[in-house]
């Protein structure tokens, strides 16, 4: 199993649409996590960090489920900008330091 | 407030030569990490400095090394490149502790013939 997955997609979507995205991680001590989002051939942008409570920044929300070893994305009324790939990370002890490890992502698509 | 800068923007090299690819953090930041994303494959986590020491490594040949100075700029060096190190070489800056997110630069494109 990989240390973290995420169903490439693409997720396709029309304009105000809702779209959720799932990430899910092996190592149950992992620490923090985020989510970035990243437009072809450039580099990845932080969207957001994830708390253990939920998170929400304007039209977004993190949730992460410790118990079930997942985080999420809830994207809602979808704007065409927001096509790109969307990539969790999940840091997680190692020697004493913990150390980051980026999920593939998921495509999003979202079309007029 | 200057992000995080690299360079150079795109480096092309031949087998076997050696690149030297550059990283400054954002003001304030003592952390920087170097990774490796090749066309079509997620970001693979390659080295880790943090005030000047490396605190973790990924999966990657001794052929990977590079620093920290004392400024908390940073380098990557891959020497006796192979083709397959062809690749989007992105750093990332962020504040010391587990839970301050990254800050990417624009990356460095080494393509190697």
């Known amino acids: 199993r990989k240390e973290v997955e995420q169903d490439p997609g693409p997720f396709n979507v029309p304009e105000g649409a809702t779209v959720a995205f799932n990430c899910t991680y092996s190592n149950s001590a992992s620490q923090s996590f985020f989510w970035y989002r990243q437009d072809c051939r450039k580099e990845p942008k932080l969207l957001m960090s994830v708390y253990s409570s939920g998170n929400e920044d304007g039209r977004f929300t993190a949730q992460l489920n410790r118990a079930s070893q997942y985080i999420s994305l809830l994207i809602r009324d979808s704007k065409l900008s927001d096509s790109a790939t969307y990539l969790c990370v999940v840091r997680t002890a190692s020697g004493g330091s913990y150390i980051p490890t980026f999920g593939r992502g998921t495509s999003l698509i979202v079309h007029p | 407030e200057a992000g995080v800068t690299q360079s150079p923007t795109h480096l092309i090299k031949t087998r076997g030569q050696q690149a030297t690819l550059r990283c400054s953090p954002i003001?304030?930041?003592?952390?920087v990490y170097w990774y490796q994303q090749a066309l079509g494959l997620g970001l693979q986590f390659l080295l880790w400095?943090?005030?000047?020491?490396?605190?973790n490594r990924g999966n990657f040949p001794p052929r990977f090394s590079g620093r920290q100075f004392p400024n908390y700029s940073s380098e990557l060096n891959v020497n006796a490149l192979e083709l397959e190190d062809s690749a989007l070489y992105l750093c990332?800056?962020?504040?010391?502790?587990?839970?301050?997110?990254?800050?990417f630069g624009d990356g460095t494109r080494l393509s190697i013939l």
């Open positions: 990332a800056s962020s504040l010391t502790g587990s839970n301050q997110p990254q800050h």
């Open positions: 003001s304030g930041h003592t952390s």
């Open positions: 400095y943090d005030e000047g020491e490396e605190r």
